[in-house]
């Protein structure tokens, strides 16, 4: 919450050391809560800020945020908040294609979810906007159905 929306509240985060610190602080296994109550933060912190993105990379935040999307795979809305972090990151194109087959996941295991759906849908579109070559996998058999059935996915009206 100091985060939110304040962007003097966010750069004495990070020029403290906040990114390092929540992921030394997380990084033990935790609670899901914590974990969640963490990459809330750090979703904050890297939210249109390329900077505070690519420290949280170095940092390691793409493989803790992937260990704890699959450590924590039945809670909603652990995987919604690492979804939202997961779409922040600048990640290479080496990478896209596990982070995409997680998201679909998340998408797939919490489909009734609309904070899921949401965040996965907002990354995905994130993720093909920065590699087109992804769009292959999205439209993959195995992806369709999760696709189709997303809350989020807007249906256009039918012809009478």
Known sequence: LLATGNDDNKAKIVR???????LDFLTPPNDVVLVDSGLGLLSELTKNNKKNSQ?????????????????????????????GVLSNLPIDV??????????????KNHMDDSLVQYEASH???????????IADLIQSEE????????HFIPQLPTAN
Do not use: W
């Open 16 to 22: 403290i050391g906040g990114i390092k610190t929540v």
């Open 55 to 83: 420290l949280l990379l170095d940092a390691g935040g793409f493989e803790f945020v992937m260990a704890e999307i699959a450590n924590h795979s039945d809670s909603s809305h652990l995987q919604a908040r690492a979804c």
């Open 94 to 107: 080496d990478k896209v294609y596990s982070v995409v087959s997680v998201i679909l996941k998340a998408m």
């Open 123 to 133: 990354a995905l579109l994130h993720y093909c906007c920065r590699f087109p070559i």
């Open 143 to 150: 992806a369709d159905p999760i696709l189709r059935r997303s």
